[in-house]
């Protein structure tokens, strides 16, 4: 019996330390890293941007093939990877005027107003749009339906909570978030039953919402569903969507000639937003042949993980990888021909 015991004692033990060692493996190893960093750095000595820093994965990669002429600006909303990155970059940042790296605790939109970046143009801006599972472990935000804990699931500090969102939106715009940012299926059934329950007691914690989805949609569905519903209202909390488009779009006309877009999404819904951009900005304007477009894709089909990437970093499965870059002057010779070419 105490053999038994033993055995069954160590067994956890090697649990836990496995499941801590991926936690810790997943938080710091970022995905696709060379392939990021070999399609941004076009200059060691320019301009870039890390529009989520996360646990510094990628920022660590660029610093190291930037020179000393070399510049990074990153940026996260969260205030814990900027305390957990401050002190990772310690050395770096104890530079002074001197330091290549400046940390910036804010959403990647803001980019597009960092006046660094208007005045010098920059060379490359990289977006990882995964949540990390530090994130997600994170037990007081509420992004996991697996921790019972208040409904918040901000990215920072500022902005409605998915609380406020789910007591206060309409049926309709319930099942419009569900729909379109999970492609929930059973979105019209949840958001009704959520408008039902909250007349009778104000919906608080993830258990809430989960109570919900189960009592609702079939059992085998259930942690499909939930995923869907959270990543939804997730999504709408920290309006993802909407301030990847308008990153996109902002940041094209302050990159310098030949800068690079790198973007690494995760779902569908972000990966078609990135490939629309990049389409719409490379198109040729055939009412005004003189007008060049503003981007060059450079990765017709998105780049994806290697089997080896997989295995070692099950979160990377899903991973595509498109990039672009800033067309050029010189390039509009090439365009005005081709557009020419398409007129006759």
């Known amino acids: 019996m105490a053999k038994r015991k033993n055995s069954t004692r160590r067994r956890l033990d090697r649990e836990r330390a496995a499941q801590s060692e991926r936690k810790d493996y997943e938080y710091h190893l970022p995905v696709m890293l060379d392939e990021c960093c070999d399609w941004l750095i076009t200059d060691r000595n320019g301009l870039y941007a890390d529009g989520t820093l996360g646990g510094g994965g990628h920022t660590a990669e660029i610093l190291k093939r930037l020179d000393v002429g070399g510049r990074l600006i990153s940026f996260d909303a969260d205030p814990v990877a900027i305390q957990h990155c401050t002190a990772r970059f310690s050395d770096e940042l104890a530079k002074g005027d001197e330091s290549r790296l400046v940390l910036r605790n804010a959403n990647f939109f803001e980019a597009c107003s960092t006046e660094e970046i208007h005045l010098r143009k920059v060379n490359g801006l990289l977006l990882d749009l995964g949540v990390s599972s530090r994130q997600l472990d994170t037990e007081h935000r509420g992004f996991s339906y697996r921790v019972n804990t208040r409904l918040d699931m901000r990215f920072g500090t500022d902005g409605r909570s998915a609380e406020e969102i789910i007591n206060a939106a309409e049926e309709d715009e319930l099942e419009r978030i569900l729909r379109n940012y999970g492609e929930e299926p059973f979105a019209r059934a949840i958001a009704r039953r959520i408008v039902e329950r909250r007349r009778a007691v104000p919906l608080q914690t993830t258990q809430d919402l989960r109570f919900i989805v189960e009592e609702t949609t079939p059992q085998s569905t259930h942690a499909k569903t939930l995923a869907r519903v959270f990543q939804a209202i997730r999504i709408a909390v920290n309006r993802e969507l909407e301030i990847l488009e308008g990153t996109l779009r902002g940041i094209i006309p302050l990159l310098a000639p030949h800068g690079r877009i790198v973007v690494m999404s995760y779902h569908s819904l972000e990966d078609r937003i990135v490939k629309t951009v990049f389409k ?27 089997e080896k990437e997989i295995q070692e970093n099950p979160r990377a499965r899903s991973a595509k990888l498109r990039v672009a870059e800033r067309t050029s002057p010189e390039d509009a010779p090439v365009f005005k021909k081709k557009a020419k070419f398409q007129d006759e």
């Open 280 to 306: 719409e900005e490379s198109e040729k304007d055939f009412k005004n042949a003189e007008k060049q477009p503003l981007l060059k894709i450079l990765t017709p089909k998105p780049i994806l993980p290697s």
